[in-house]
């Protein structure tokens, strides 16, 4: 069943892997004592694992192969299941309806623990759709994402902190500089193109993180700012397990409200000509789309997105410090979207649902859990390119042609 | 005066390290336009194997020379190794995916490979043995150029040219570029576009490894952290000098460098990277391809 | 085809979600639940891991002799990666899981944002790292205990000794941009600048993990400081001072607790001679403390890392609290922390009413051929 050759190229693959490996895993030495640890059994291990993985990978290409074939026997283009509901509003509206009452019952099952990890995951699923409206729609590749988000969360920590402002007046607040600080970065760097655009706004989130760090007169520095009010409710005085609860409505509430308005704009103009502009930018401008005023509105509606959810984070948290803020949490919104599937919202909420809770349930591997994430990171990445839930083009299809012939989507 | 020469050199060795982890950047980036973000990594895991070794060779009393020499080559080969198998697993199968899926996995990559020298080795700061010895003739001017810049700096320009050299001058440099300009076209006169491609990252990782141990030489410490942050740096300074070109990495790097040193010692290193951000979008808004990237015209 | 197998991820995803779920809430045994939360993966990891170690050995030999009280000790060990909001997230993993105490949080940062959490849940908690002066000092958090003391407590001490002791006039002041760094090197410059006796030249911060330092050891060579105050960990102080030695200068190095330990003497090698830090009361003669670094020795086979004698002293007198306090209760554990003496490796302690630990001063040390020699 398995031929003999492909059991060969594991063999060679292991040897390779445990020579590839031989240094970091196998030597451990002390400089100071002097000593020389070998530990071989480490590199029987990777032997014998990289054995066992690149058949068991060979086995799924194997069938997979198989099945692509068989497919094109039955002559089946059919979408991805998924993507048939989500096309239907027959499926779409009862289970749109059946999560939204899983989403809200949830809390009454699950323990605070649950509730806040689920919290964290929402607020996720909105800034991976802020970003999704930068990167997957409009095709600007944003490095520096999470700079908006700091900024809505210091909007709430210093405003609260200097003039007593409250979580609901905040809200707003924080949405809006980030909007504006969006506009602010959107200008100078309009020019760009992919990857230099990127390494800018990189550096954009840097130097954000790095004036809270240094700056203490403004934003008190590494120690941060402590004590932030939960959002109140009616002044009532609520426990911390009610108070998580609290919050985790009202970031269902932002969900539901952020697919809303994501959902229209995809489909309005404004999303239209960002789709254009992600495509091809000559051929826009020929059509007459305002390239600078386009993508200005994808920048600064993407983070006011975040800067939303900024503020959300500090009352959740009670306490922001720059350390929250780093590039690593750009690089993990930023997955969230392209793993999820760029410019699809279902995708993007899957994304951020697996990539946000994935680390917390793996918190059992202990020690092993950022090498997991990492890897699986990389697998999804190899299997599956085109994200979770890939977007589908908006296209019309005529009934007649589809009965007679095959076209390959 | 004194102050300026001093705070120069400092920049210059500083640039030169950030130019020797750019050119792997810049040679990936230039060939299949992806920003390979485990490179920070291949750096660090070469900067490890080498003080492995080195360490492993002087425990068994070899000579200095012998361990800079056995070292050096075994981070090079270990650190090709792993750009290699990188290149096989995570990228290769993405070659013809979305645009920013190999981005994403690269990021896992580094993520993971991070975590992989953590758990192998350790979290803790480890000393790295002095590889480059206080030179005697350096003496004189030790309180402004030390033996081990002295080493970055030669080494830098050795490689630069010797990488000039390569790529303007031999068979693999004649492909890399045929297929940096077109993939399809150079599959079409006969280059072998895959074995081009680990071809790049072979060397990139080479270099980064050479470049690994002679830094963590000279700063005299690793962890398994350290790939991260000279890799982000190094990155802005590939972009910086215009990203794809070679001698661009090392004037991005050196620019980078000389602004970080002189910005510390006339201003604040409170705000060092403030200042070495703003730099590369000032000179981005001006040019927007870098300082000696070619501007890109689309035809349309 | 597709559908199934989507549908076979969906079906493994829930069950796995409740799998999880599952354990976590049913696991009400009859065990004292001890919660240890710090870094322990990320770029901090060195700071935390230590910590979870000397759990592990003294939750061991409690257990060993059969527990307290007849109920065995179980360990919940959860990563915070030193992240705000990772944080809450372990302290309410934590507090849902029914943690009794806990032993953390490693960052200051960490601990600020987990500790109303705790409070909430009548949960004490005892950091054998976070310094912020506030965290005591502020009074909002009565279930808040430390084994390692405060920083203007360690700011006092290496101030008297750099004006005093060594008499210099003028003082770089240079720090991580960090959390316990910058806060403790605040105070050192403000310090200095009241009792007049010497200058500061300099107050900077440098970068974590820069690739070199060259700059900032010119300009300190330029401000003709006569004393460097380094507020931050070994890695950076002992890049710092290698690269003075590089430059051929020989200012007095000064620096603070995360610089006292092994780790940067082994780092730094030979530069490290001559280097000033101030660290914990030397415990080198407390039997205990070997007893403390033997047993690592013996089951990891390692020396202690940071933190390792602090977690250690934490681990035991927390344990003997709820011994003598007879239950997990909070106002019990804490009245017993306050009122009963306990011997550990960092000397024998209690707790005032703040929640710094009586008995855990600073002193100053020098590092003379490889090792910290206290200075009388």
Same mark, same amino acid.
């Given at each position: ?328 949490? +750009? ?36 020690? %092993? ?41 | ?56 060779? +002087?425990? %068994? ?44 996995? $690269? ?194 | ?85 990772? $944080? ?25 944002? $987990? ?139 000064? +620096? ?43 089951? %990891? ?70 090792? %910290?020699?206290?200075?009388?």
């Amino acid at each position: 069943m398995f031929p003999v050759k492909e059991l060969k190229r594991s063999f060679l693959i292991s040897i390779w892997f445990a020579f590839l490996t031989f240094p970091i895993m196998v030597i451990k030495v002390d400089p100071i004592e002097r000593t020389v640890l070998w530990r071989w059994d480490n590199m029987f291990f990777i032997a014998f694992g990289s054995f066992v993985i690149s058949i068991l990978a060979k086995v799924y290409l194997l069938r997979k192969e198989r099945r692509a074939g068989r497919k094109k026997a039955k002559k089946d283009i059919a979408e991805p299941f998924v993507q048939r509901i989500l096309r239907e509003p027959r499926f779409l509206y009862p289970l749109s309806l059946a999560v939204l009452v899983l989403a809200l019952v949830f809390p009454m099952f699950f323990s605070t623990y649950q509730t806040n990890i689920m919290t964290t995951a929402l607020m996720y699923v909105v800034l991976g759709l802020g970003l999704n409206i930068v990167v997957g729609v409009a095709g600007l590749l944003d490095l520096g994402y999470v700079a908006f988000y700091a900024v809505g969360a210091y909007s709430y920590a210093l405003l609260n902190l200097h003039f007593g402002l409250g979580f609901w007046a905040v809200l707003p607040i924080g949405g809006l500089f980030a909007a504006f600080l969006g506009v602010l970065l959107g200008f100078p760097v309009l020019r760009l193109r992919g990857d230099y655009l990127a390494i800018v706004t990189l550096g954009f989130g840097e130097i954000i993180r790095l004036i809270l760090e240094n700056w203490n007169d403004f934003s008190q520095g590494p120690s941060g700012i402590a004590n932030i009010p939960r959002p109140g409710f009616f002044g009532m005085d609520m426990s911390f397990a009610s108070g998580i609860t609290y919050i985790y409505y009202i970031v269902v509430a932002l969900v539901i409200i952020t697919i809303f308005v994501v959902n229209r704009l995809q489909n309005s103009r404004l999303g239209r000509a960002w789709l254009a502009l992600r495509e091809d930018e000559i051929a826009c401008q020929a059509m007459g789309i305002d390239k600078t005023k386009t993508k200005l509105i994808a920048f600064s509606l993407g983070a006011f997105w975040a800067g939303f959810v900024g503020v959300i984070f500090a009352a959740k948290t009670t306490f922001v410090n720059p350390a929250s803020f780093t590039f690593l949490e +750009s690089a993990i919104i930023l997955s969230i979207v392209v793993l999820g599937g760029m410019g699809s919202i279902v995708g993007v909420i899957f994304g951020a649902l697996i990539l946000i809770l994935m680390p917390e349930y793996l918190r059992a591997l202990s020690e %092993y859990r950022m090498l997991a994430f990492g890897g699986i990171l990389v697998v999804m990445m190899v299997f599956k390119p085109d994200g979770i839930i890939s977007n589908v083009r908006r296209s019309y299809r005529f009934k007649k042609h589809h009965s007679k012939e095959v076209i390959e989507p | 005066m004194d102050y300026f020469i001093e705070l120069f050199f400092g920049g210059l060795t500083r640039g030169s390290i950030y130019a020797l982890i750019a050119l792997g950047y810049t040679m990936v980036y230039g060939i299949i336009g992806l920003i390979n973000f485990a490179h920070g990594e291949i750096y660090m895991i070469g900067a490890f194997t080498s003080f492995i070794v080195a360490t492993v060779l +002087s425990i %068994y009393g070899f000579p200095l020379l012998a361990i800079v020499v056995i070292a050096g080559l075994a981070a090079a080969v270990w650190s090709s190794a792993y750009g290699y198998t990188i290149e096989k697993l995570a990228y290769r199968p993405l070659r013809k995916a979305p645009r920013l899926a190999p981005l994403i996995s $690269a990021i896992g990559m580094s993520i993971f490979l991070q975590n992989y020298v953590l758990l192998a080795q350790t979290s803790d700061f480890l000393p790295f043995p002095a590889l480059i010895p206080d030179f005697e003739f350096m003496e004189p001017v030790a309180h402004i150029v030390g033996s081990s810049d002295l080493a970055i700096l030669v080494l830098t320009t050795l490689v630069m040219i010797g990488l000039t050299f390569l790529i303007k001058f031999t068979k693999i440099g004649k492909a890399m570029r045929a297929t940096a300009q077109d993939k399809t076209m150079a599959v079409l006169v006969g280059i072998n576009v895959d074995r081009v491609i680990s071809a790049t990252f072979v060397i990139g990782s080479a270099l980064a490894a050479i470049g690994g141990m002679l830094i963590a030489s000279h700063i005299g410490q690793i962890n398994f952290y350290i790939g991260f942050i000279a890799g982000i740096k190094a990155f802005t300074a590939a972009v910086l000098g215009g990203i794809g070109s070679i001698p661009g990495a090392v004037l991005g790097s050196l620019v980078l460098g000389l602004t970080e040193s002189f910005a510390t010692g006339y201003i604040s290193s409170d705000y060092e990277d403030v200042f070495a951000f703003s730099l590369l979008v000032l000179i981005l808004i001006f040019k927007p391809s870098g300082l000696l990237g070619k501007a890109e015209t689309k035809k349309v | 085809m597709r559908l199934g197998l989507q549908k076979k991820l969906f079906v493994t995803a829930v069950a796995l979600g409740f799998a999880m779920v599952v354990p976590a809430t049913s696991f009400a045994g009859d065990t004292i639940k001890f919660g240890v939360a710090g870094a322990q993966s990320g770029d901090l990891a060195a700071y935390g891991l230590p910590t979870v170690k000397a759990a592990e050995l003294v939750v061991k030999q409690y257990n060993a002799k059969g527990g307290i009280n007849g109920k065995k000790i179980e360990l919940l060990i959860e990563d915070d990666v030193c992240k705000p909001e990772v $944080a809450t997230n372990t302290a309410t993993k934590l507090v849902t899981d029914g943690v009794d105490v806990v032993l953390g949080h490693i960052c200051s940062g960490a601990t600020k944002a $987990a500790l109303p959490i705790y409070k909430e849940a009548g949960v004490v908690v005892m950091s054998p790292s976070a310094t912020d002066t506030a965290l005591t000092f502020s009074g909002d958090y009565p279930n808040f205990f430390r084994t390692i003391a405060h920083n203007d407590a360690q700011a006092i001490k290496i101030v008297e000794f750099a004006t005093d002791t060594i008499g210099a006039k003028k003082i770089a002041v240079v720090h991580d941009k960090g959390d316990y760094g910058k806060g403790l090197a605040d105070i050192v410059k403000k310090l200095i600048e009241k009792s007049g006796k010497a200058e500061v030249v300099l107050y900077e911060g440098v970068t974590t993990g820069a690739v070199d330092y060259t700059a900032i050891v010119q300009k300190i060579k330029r401000k003709g400081a006569d004393a460097v105050i380094f507020g931050g960990y070994h890695p950076e102080a002992s890049k710092i001072v290698s690269m003075m030695k590089k430059k051929r200068m020989d200012t007095t190095f000064i +620096s603070d607790d995360g610089v006292q330990g092994d780790s940067f003497i082994k780092v730094a090698g030979k530069n490290a001679e001559g280097v000033y830090a101030s660290g914990p009361n030397d415990n080198s003669k407390n039997p205990l403390d070997a007893v403390a670094r033997n047993e690592l020795k013996k089951v %990891y086979n390692e020396d202690p890392g940071e933190f390792y004698e602090n977690a250690y002293s934490a681990t035991l007198a927390l344990l003997n609290a709820i011994e003598k306090a007879g239950s997990t209760d909070m106002a019990a554990v804490v009245k017993a922390l306050q009122t009963e003496n306990v011997d550990t490796p960092v000397g024998s302690i209690h707790f005032d009413e703040k929640g710094d630990a009586v008995g855990v001063g600073f002193a100053m040390y020098q590092v003379k051929d490889g090792q %910290y020699v206290e200075v009388k």
